[in-house]
Structures are given as structure tokens and as C-alpha cells.
């Protein structure tokens, strides 16, 4: 009879060795059932920092964008757990990088509210985010962006970088707070400069846009 890979713990995912798995799956193991906390096997092993439990899984046609219990998947278990080489690995296959969990937060709030993140491994990784079709203006349900839980955290470069990739500065959350509101609020002077700065660039734009319609209405 066929072993139930949703029968598995997070020990077992984390201790098993990669032959035992292989096994299981020559057996016939289901390997997207879910187990105990509605878990695959991918997700435990993504958690448990087990790349190469997690690469022979995804070789073999894991489902990467399962939702446990809480609505996270094997990408995000990974992110809040500084498994950064599986985040990458994950991403390479293809995991839904906007998916929600039942807070509403994505894998890419973690990564900005993630104060153990160093700031060239947290630009590397939002670099990987975006190329994977990230997006950045995503609200949880709270209204809260990736970029005001970088602004929150104090990474400057971290905020920098999601402005630069097109993060709006006027969003706004569901007690009416701007990235611009929480920085005051924290006093980060830097960070208030980033943004100040992008909304004023925003503001000469439109002005210029204006100006150029106005212009346009007067040859009509």
C-alpha cells in the first residue's frame, strides 16, 4: 500500500534522509497530501530548512503554493524562518510569490518586517520577488504594504529599493496611515527624505503632465 507523506512530522521531514524519501516516493507516496496543521510535506521540509529534502520534493512535482491551516505556504514558512537558499530555490520552481495568507500578508511583508534580513541579502531577495511578478502594492487586512513594514523596521535601503520598483507612497492603511505617516511616527529621518523626496518627484510629473495637456487643449 502506498505511505501517506501527510502522515509525516516536521521531525520526520527534517530527519529523514534523502534515500528514505526517495523510497517513499518510488512507493508510491502522495507527496502533496496534507498532513497534521493541513501541511505537506514541502511546506514541513521548507520550514525545517531541509534544502535537500526540498529539492528532491520539487524535482518531483511538489505542489509549491499548498496553504497550511494559517494560509502559508512552503515559500513563506521559509522566509519567516531565514531559510533564504529554499526562498530562492522555490521561486527557480515557479512558487506564487502574491499568494495571501488568511491575514493577508505575502511572503514579501515577511521579508521587509524581518529584522535578521542584512539589507544585501533582503535587496538580493526583493530583486528575486520581483522578477518572480511580485506584487509590491498588495494590502494585508490590516491595509498594511511590504513597504510600510520596511518603513516600520527601519531599512532604509530595504525602502528604497521597493520605492524604486514602483511601490506607491500613497496607499494608505485601514487607520488611514501612509509609509510617509509611519516614519514620522518612528522618526526615521532618512527614511522620511526617501519618501519625501519620491513624492515630490511624483508632483513634478504630474505637474508636467498638466502642462503638457493644457498645451495640447490649446491647438484643438
Given at each position: ?12 521531514v ?10 517513499l ?16 510535506a514541502l511546506?514541513?521540509?521548507a ?30 514558512g ?76 527601519g ?11 514602483g ?5 494608505q ?7 510617509l ?30 502642462v ?9
Open positions: 500500500m502506498a505511505k501517506n507523506f501527510g502522515r509525516m512530522s516536521i521531525r520526520d527534517k530527519l529523514s534522509s534523502l534515500q528514505k524519501l526517495i523510497i516516493i518510488n512507493s508510491g507516496a502522495n507527496i502533496n497530501v496534507r498532513g497534521q496543521s493541513n501541511m505537506t511546506i514541513m521540509a520550514r525545517a530548512g531541509n534544502i535537500e529534502i526540498v529539492e528532491e520534493l520539487l524535482k518531483r512535482g511538489a505542489n509549491t503554493d499548498k496553504q497550511d491551516c494559517d494560509g502559508e505556504t512552503a515559500i513563506f521559509a522566509v519567516v524562518n531565514d531559510h533564504w537558499r529554499i526562498v530562492s530555490k522555490l521561486i527557480d520552481y515557479g512558487a506564487n510569490v502574491n499568494i495571501q495568507d488568511n491575514y493577508g500578508w505575502t511572503t514579501l511583508m515577511a521579508v521587509a518586517s524581518n529584522n535578521l534580513v542584512e539589507c544585501t541579502k533582503g535587496i538580493k531577495i526583493i530583486d528575486e520577488f520581483i522578477q518572480a511578478g511580485a506584487d509590491i502594492n498588495i494590502q494585508n487586512n490590516h491595509g498594511w504594504t511590504a513597504l510600510m513594514f520596511a518603513v516600520m523596521n531599512h532604509p535601503k530595504m525602502v528604497d529599493k521597493f520605492i524604486q520598483a511601490a506607491s507612497v500613497n496607499i492603511n485601514n487607520i488611514g496611515q501612509t509609509a505617516d509611519i516614519a514620522r511616527e518612528y522618526d526615521y529621518t532618512q527614511i522620511v527624505e526617501l519618501i519625501e523626496h519620491k513624492i515630490a518627484e511624483l508632483k513634478k510629473i504630474e505637474l508636467e503632465r498638466s503638457e495637456i493644457h498645451n495640447v487643449s490649446r491647438w484643438l
